[in-house]
């Protein structure tokens, strides 16, 4: 349908996770935005604490940062495989 037919107005929560139209942003693009936003961030400080905590040097935390980093990858390409069954 395109965008310049005249529509009722919809509310916040219709236009948030209960969309019905391609434009509008649904619940999964809501966990979408939340991993890219918080993984670097979150990846980077569980590389600190595993150094703070002695597990491993100084030297060892961007290698550790790269292993989590493709780990995330991983679990979350291997998660959507398994979801839309593709």
């Known amino acids: 349908m395109p965008n310049d037919i005249p529509t009722e107005e919809k509310d916040q929560?219709?236009?948030?996770?209960?969309?019905?139209r391609n434009e509008d942003p649904t619940f999964k693009s809501y966990l979408s935005s939340l991993l890219y936003v918080l993984s670097v961030p979150t990846l980077i400080l569980l590389a600190f604490v595993g150094y703070w905590r002695?597990?491993?040097?100084?030297?060892?935390?961007?290698?550790?940062?790269?292993?989590?980093?493709?780990?995330?990858?991983?679990?979350?390409?291997?998660?959507?495989h398994v979801l839309t069954g593709r």
């Open 13 to 20: 929560k219709k236009r948030g996770m209960f969309a019905s």
């Open 54 to 80: 002695g597990l491993y040097s100084y030297d060892a935390v961007i290698p550790v940062f790269g292993g989590l980093l493709v780990a995330l990858l991983v679990v979350t390409f291997g998660l959507m």
